[in-house]
């Protein structure tokens, strides 16, 4: 063979090599930017709301979901009242119920547990119901779990010796995505994550990037907040941040400050083509996410 046609035959391999490349890097990018799909929702919130249809009706008939003080909780409610000007904030009433049996959980472990924790593998369960999905028929899958949690209140210092064994569960935040995976089987990431007011949204934020990286083919992402000791609402009123009446009125000449509230929401995310591909239900599509 002659060094011109060696040279030749360089130069189709080098060819070739560049293409294959540019095929490899156009799939990349459009990975990378691929929309993300909806495919389920669950959720907790006050006023009763149990569902996504009953955060819709609550929103459309303008509910008041504010209530005072739960007193199911041991809360001092006379010492509270003496230390915050502000005795009303949004509460979940039902965070206390839990049927530990149906997720295999002994009945002391799940008094120990976090109802942070027990309130995610509901809320997590219906997601799958929501999203018309077997959930057993997901074990071993790169399912990821991302999920916002800040309030670790659970128990507090003293809590009963009949607890010991359960307590590093129960206050931990990494067990609150991990309890999730375990439970299911999932085989994708697990991640707890704490960025104040924008946890669940970061914790979004995560999921896309898990299922565009090919990390994950489904993942599971929000966040959830049970507050188990009144200490955040008296350390919000001594510093004059919360609105008199429990109410925020967001944009108003007579906004006084901020509401406590809590909840648990959770999405099903999976990419648009997987989406589509396997016949699954889309409820909305995220184009875009970023934090800051």
Known sequence: MSNEDKLVDYLKRVTSDLQETR????????????????????????????????????????????????????????????????????????????DPGFFGISPREAVAMDPQQRLLLEVSW??????????????????????????????????????????????????????????????GPAVSLDTACSSSLVAMHSAIRSLRSGESTLAVAGGVTVSCDPGGLIDFARQRGLAADGRCKSFAAAADGTAWSEGAGLVLLERLSDARRLGHRVLAVVRGSAVN
Request: charged share 30%; aromatic share 10%.
């Open 126 to 187: 219906e997601l799958f119901e929501h999203a018309r999905l077997d959930v057993t028929t997901l074990k071993g899958s790169r399912t990821g779990v991302f999920v916002g949690i800040v309030e670790e209140s659970y128990l507090g210092l003293n809590a009963p010796e009949e607890f010991e064994g359960y307590l590093m569960t129960s206050k931990l935040s990494s067990v609150a995505s991990g309890r999730i995976s375990y439970t299911y089987g999932f085989e």
């Open 23 to 98: 095929r490899r890097l156009a799939e990349r990018e459009a990975a990378d930017e691929e929309p993300v799909a909806i495919v389920g929702m669950a959720c907790r919130y006050p006023g009763d709301v149990a569902s996504p249809a009953d955060l819709w009706n609550l929103v459309a008939q303008e509910t008041d979901a504010v209530t005072e003080l739960p007193r199911d909780r041991g809360w001092d409610i006379e010492r509270i009242k003496e230390k915050s000007y502000s005795v009303e904030a949004g509460f979940v009433h039902t965070a206390p119920l839990f």
